[in-house]
């Protein structure tokens, strides 16, 4: 998990992934208030948990029910928005 430069204050989990969900929303470090920005390469992470769906859904159909099988990507998904909190990066933006 990212720490703030500055005052090395871990940033929360919940806080990453309320920014994951608006579209890499800026976050604000509670401490000392330094605005950070998602890293430009980390939003294509965010393909881990875009994809899946049609994935599963449409090209590998894994299962005969098609419910299943946009059921199975859901759940890859919902996982994949679970871990991309530890995977995506900030940079400060106010120096
Ligand atoms: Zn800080």
Redesign the pocket.
């Known amino acids: 998990m990212q720490k ?6 871990p940033f929360k989990w919940s806080k990453i992934y309320n920014s994951v969900m608006w579209f890499y929303k800026p976050i604000q ?6 605005d950070y920005k998602i890293y430009f390469p980390s939003r294509l992470i965010g393909a881990f948990f875009v994809l899946p769906i049609p994935i599963f859904g449409l090209i590998l159909s894994p299962f005969d029910n098609e419910l299943i099988n946009i059921l199975t990507g859901i759940c890859i998904s919902f996982t994949g928005s679970l871990l991309i909190t530890f995977l995506v990066k900030y940079k400060n933006v106010n120096t």
């Open positions: 703030c430069n500055k005052c090395k204050l470090c509670e401490k000392c208030g330094a």
